[in-house]
């Protein structure tokens, strides 16, 4: 049988990750969306928020859309949920636990009701247009994923979502291996798969391995006990109370998104936790300091969370106190080392003991390393390998995991963002390539900021910045006054008090013989001359007022003193 | 014997780390100095090239100033030598590589033959005012490194510099076991230790590991083989020549660092190297890609390394062919990981297959583990522990590991950055708190640029700029013209031309209704009005011109597009 159109699909978004946070899927008058994350800005995104996939594709072909399909509820797959919504407004499909905290997320900003949530459990299948999508229970870091099976025209697709394969999941539900193999039996067109850990040797263990680290964690304590995570990372809340619950200690829960997000898991059953077991805050803060574990946000170090603000001393509700013991249950998101190690310095610094991994085994990656990958490959047994989430160089290292289990290269395609894949009559091609970066969020806008004010941004923290003002007689194209000369993140005030005066003589030298472009010339020249004295090349601005009189006077304003 | 004085040890500068690039021993009117290097900056210090300690104490007491003493020829222990002798020109002690390394780097600053180089072998003793200096050899990743015993009239205090225990080192020397334990037996008042790698269980694998992985890369790759390293880890560089002799590839030193350290190490026996192995990288451009190996800067992604360049197709001599095999053997420093892992990304996008740790063992650290920091305090036994090299959370890890072997709290100091430790009667005690953080290098000058300016350029980057240029009536107080408004690094030029009409407006009513400071009104109109409308707040400078005529004009000129 022929089929008439092409399976389009196309990873959308990811700060250098690919098809992490968005794909979609396209068969003729119908696209299908798979997730809606964000991604943290890189060190270089000055000033930038978070990120949300470019999906200007979509608007332009939003009466093709269909639905969105959530594979888990962690950010990076939900976080952008309420921005594509809030332009599209198709249904929304996940599993319980991940439709819970979306409807947290959404009524958080004021989105409540707005959307249609549609509950799917994991081993059900539901017919988005002419997609058939089976939902295929995955372990993870956090309860009730799943992978999918979509059965389109072209043939069955597979796609991971975030997955590992945890015999002892803290949830008592592995990855449905029966299923990823009836697939392979069925017969997989192409296998889009999570490459997170494809450089990391072997299988990824079990989330067990954090049990007996806490436990010696609780056992060595004698002060109070704080473990900061993921606010999204339920199946760690689950393993901290377990452990708690055995120690004798009451949990309190620090911080919005963990309050609310524990709520959401424990009402939807995904959290077992006795009502007896949890004390608020305040409550908790009077109670002997053995008897208690603080779970918090902060895992990453972020300023504004329980763990950042405990660590620089401005947290409202309590200090960290001699005796407590903080455990950071989590990696440092790429890029982020130096924020979490910085702020464990500060933590040892006010008297807390910190463990983190690799001082003990208290965090385990939620993702398949080579091993694994190796046997999602063997039970999917796709044609082709589309490796996805993650850097380039981890999509080459998947292909060639491939390539050793017999994919042969032709059969793999490394694409990055926006690279529309193509499947016609069982055979792969690569489309055309459409915008599928990301788009910044700053403040509450989303999109004003693109690379080019990323780049000004750059130039102006690189050397700042030097603004001259200057007043000249229309008529003689003489000074009226001596040129106002302020400096911003340039050198040091008294360096700029030394430089100043020397820049204002060479300012009223340029005008003096400038012919045409004062204002030209008066850059040039301060550039020449900065650059000789301090090496270095702040962003110079010239503002040229021109007047009839005898007399002007200008005077300074700026922001940074108030 | 009693002791007339106390002896003060000082740890100086590094960012973050603590005793690293620097340490000054002072009894009475005798300073001997350790170490003079440098830190790269993190990700929040903009637009900073590197970082030197601060050492306004020693030029305070540079009547005092004896002897500078280096442990080992990498940059965090050499490269602020020529800032330090700069200003006190004292006798320079190292061993012979090490000295050579140093010639180099001052002759490449136009400071040839302004030090008193003076040579020491491990093994010798040198007498620098009341201070007998040891040097004990020690292995590490550059050959001729040393740990220092020093005779002080306070006792014997050992520094280990960077070190490991590596059995089968490169150079076959291995640490001088016999040595330390002879201080052992002698008595030690105090250790001054590494803590780099605190957190890691176990041992450091030996150098001799990454032979097996580069022998698989040099079996496998079909074209030519790149292997980036840091120019001073000279027994990488041997390694590399082992390997390559082997498979009969011809060696072509790629970068300016990298061609003179190699040339220095082969002048001094430290790097063995047959004449004939070595080519000029012309020739070695034209020959069969199979049969050469280039090794190359910028094993950290720096943006004007060889690696930095290739990876963005700007280097001028040549560029990645597909087929290439590249070898980043080192890991990234803390804080750079995103650059490297960037770097990787954009080398496999040009064709490159990449080979880095953790994906082949290409790379070993060069620093104790935590049984080795365990032997190293069971040879020297000292009274006293003072964890040095590291974060703050890797003193506490070493005193812990300490405390293990039987050194109790009050025995352990950890301090930070120019914190005095004294020792009397064979008692330590904490001291003052001197000046002893980091001093900024940013262009060709030193120390113009302090927390203000970067925090300057931290507000610039975040938000960006907007300045406002009013020209107003001296008498009426009115505006003689629009006010002139641009922006910088704030939103896209597209949103921006949307908002300036409504600035404008904004600042013209201003001006009407402002009693007495015009500019502080209009800059605080502005400011909410831009906060309500993007949640961003720029940096506002606001310029008042005051002129008496009714005619003014007022023109920008920015240096961005120039």
Redesign the interface.
């Given at each position: 049988m022929k089929q008439s159109k092409p399976l389009r699909i196309i990873p959308l978004g990811g700060a250098?990750e690919i098809g992490k946070n968005m794909t979609a899927y396209e068969y003729g008058e119908n696209i299908l969306v798979v997730d809606a994350g964000i991604m943290f800005p890189?060190?270089?995104m000055?000033?930038i928020d978070y990120i949300i996939p470019d999906f200007q594709y979509l608007l332009k072909n939003r009466h093709k859309v269909r639905g969105l399909v959530i594979t888990h509820g962690h950010e990076d797959h939900i976080g952008a949920v309420r921005h594509l919504i809030d332009q599209i407004n198709v249904p929304i499909y996940a599993t319980p636990l991940t439709l819970g905290l979306i409807e947290g997320k959404l009524a958080r900003s004021g989105m409540d009701g707005k959307a249609q949530l549609i509950k799917v459990h994991a081993g059900e299948a539901v017919t988005i247009g002419p997609f058939r999508v089976e939902f295929v229970h995955v372990s993870h870091s956090i309860p009730d994923a799943v992978a999918l099976g979509i059965t389109t025209p072209a043939g069955l697709v597979v796609q991971t979502g975030d997955y590992k394969f945890d015999h002892t999941p803290v949830d008592g539900w592995p990855t449905d291996f029966g299923k990823l193999a009836e697939f392979g039996r069925r017969g997989v067109l192409a296998l889009l798969a999570d490459s997170t850990n494809a450089?990391?040797?072997g299988w990824t263990p079990s989330e067990q391995v954090i049990k007996p680290a806490l436990e010696s964690v609780f056992r060595e304590a004698e002060g109070r006990i704080l473990v900061a995570t993921f606010a999204s990372l339920i199946s760690r809340m689950q393993q901290v109370a377990d452990v708690a619950l055995e120690h004798g200690r009451k949990i309190a829960f620090v911080g919005t998104s963990m309050v609310e997000n524990a709520k959401i898991a424990r009402n939807l059953g995904y959290l077992d936790i006795p009502e007896p077991m949890i004390v608020p805050l305040e409550d908790a803060l009077k109670m002997p300091p053995e008897e208690v574990v603080l779970l918090c946000t902060g895992s990453q170090g972020e300023p504004s969370s329980i763990m950042g603000r405990l660590s620089v001393g401005t947290n409202r509700a309590f200090d960290i106190q001699p005796g407590d013991t903080i455990v950071l249950s989590s990696h440092p998101i790429?890029?982020n080392?130096?924020n979490v190690?910085?702020t464990?310095?500060r933590l040892?610094?006010r008297g807390a003991?910190?463990i983190?991994d690799?001082?003990a085994p208290v965090h385990v990656s939620g993702h398949a390393s080579q091993e694994e990958m190796k046997l999602m490959l063997q039970l999917v047994k796709p044609k082709y390998l589309v490796p996805v989430h993650g850097?380039?160089?981890h999509l080459?290292?998947h292909a060639k995991i491939g390539r050793e289990l017999g994919i042969p290269a032709e059969n793999t395609a490394i694409v990055e963002n926006g690279q529309v894949i193509e499947f016609v009559d069982g055979e792969m091609r690569l489309g055309e390539r459409i915008p599928g970066g990301w788009v910044f969020v700053?403040?509450?806008?989303v999109?004003?900021?693109?690379m080019?004010?990323?780049r000004?941004?750059?130039?102006?923290?690189?050397?700042?910045?030097v603004?001259v003002?200057l007043?000249l007689d229309?008529n003689t194209g003489k000074m009226l006054d001596e040129p106002?000369i302020?400096t911003?993140?340039?050198?040091?005030?008294d360096?700029a008090a030394d430089l100043i005066p020397a820049m204002s003589k060479r300012v009223a030298r340029a005008v003096r013989s400038a012919e045409g472009d004062v204002?030209?010339v008066v850059?040039q020249v301060l550039?020449s001359y900065l650059f000789n004295e301090?090496?270095?090349r702040p962003?110079?601005?010239?503002?040229?007022?021109?007047?009839?009189?005898q007399?002007?006077?200008?005077?300074?304003?700026?922001?940074?003193a108030?």
């Amino acid at each position: 049988m022929k089929q008439s159109k092409p399976l389009r699909i196309i990873p959308l978004g990811g700060a250098g990750e690919i098809g992490k946070n968005m794909t979609a899927y396209e068969y003729g008058e119908n696209i299908l969306v798979v997730d809606a994350g964000i991604m943290f800005p890189t060190n270089d995104m000055l000033g930038i928020d978070y990120i949300i996939p470019d999906f200007q594709y979509l608007l332009k072909n939003r009466h093709k859309v269909r639905g969105l399909v959530i594979t888990h509820g962690h950010e990076d797959h939900i976080g952008a949920v309420r921005h594509l919504i809030d332009q599209i407004n198709v249904p929304i499909y996940a599993t319980p636990l991940t439709l819970g905290l979306i409807e947290g997320k959404l009524a958080r900003s004021g989105m409540d009701g707005k959307a249609q949530l549609i509950k799917v459990h994991a081993g059900e299948a539901v017919t988005i247009g002419p997609f058939r999508v089976e939902f295929v229970h995955v372990s993870h870091s956090i309860p009730d994923a799943v992978a999918l099976g979509i059965t389109t025209p072209a043939g069955l697709v597979v796609q991971t979502g975030d997955y590992k394969f945890d015999h002892t999941p803290v949830d008592g539900w592995p990855t449905d291996f029966g299923k990823l193999a009836e697939f392979g039996r069925r017969g997989v067109l192409a296998l889009l798969a999570d490459s997170t850990n494809a450089d990391k040797p072997g299988w990824t263990p079990s989330e067990q391995v954090i049990k007996p680290a806490l436990e010696s964690v609780f056992r060595e304590a004698e002060g109070r006990i704080l473990v900061a995570t993921f606010a999204s990372l339920i199946s760690r809340m689950q393993q901290v109370a377990d452990v708690a619950l055995e120690h004798g200690r009451k949990i309190a829960f620090v911080g919005t998104s963990m309050v609310e997000n524990a709520k959401i898991a424990r009402n939807l059953g995904y959290l077992d936790i006795p009502e007896p077991m949890i004390v608020p805050l305040e409550d908790a803060l009077k109670m002997p300091p053995e008897e208690v574990v603080l779970l918090c946000t902060g895992s990453q170090g972020e300023p504004s969370s329980i763990m950042g603000r405990l660590s620089v001393g401005t947290n409202r509700a309590f200090d960290i106190q001699p005796g407590d013991t903080i455990v950071l249950s989590s990696h440092p998101i790429p890029g982020n080392e130096e924020n979490v190690y910085r702020t464990i310095n500060r933590l040892f610094r006010r008297g807390a003991t910190v463990i983190y991994d690799p001082i003990a085994p208290v965090h385990v990656s939620g993702h398949a390393s080579q091993e694994e990958m190796k046997l999602m490959l063997q039970l999917v047994k796709p044609k082709y390998l589309v490796p996805v989430h993650g850097e380039l160089r981890h999509l080459h290292q998947h292909a060639k995991i491939g390539r050793e289990l017999g994919i042969p290269a032709e059969n793999t395609a490394i694409v990055e963002n926006g690279q529309v894949i193509e499947f016609v009559d069982g055979e792969m091609r690569l489309g055309e390539r459409i915008p599928g970066g990301w788009v910044f969020v700053d403040g509450s806008s989303v999109g004003t900021v693109n690379m080019d004010v990323l780049r000004e941004r750059e130039a102006l923290a690189r050397d700042g910045l030097v603004v001259v003002n200057l007043v000249l007689d229309t008529n003689t194209g003489k000074m009226l006054d001596e040129p106002e000369i302020i400096t911003r993140g340039f050198v040091h005030p008294d360096d700029a008090a030394d430089l100043i005066p020397a820049m204002s003589k060479r300012v009223a030298r340029a005008v003096r013989s400038a012919e045409g472009d004062v204002r030209g010339v008066v850059k040039q020249v301060l550039k020449s001359y900065l650059f000789n004295e301090t090496r270095r090349r702040p962003q110079i601005f010239v503002a040229v007022t021109e007047v009839k009189p005898q007399t002007a006077k200008t005077q300074w304003q700026d922001s940074i003193a108030a």
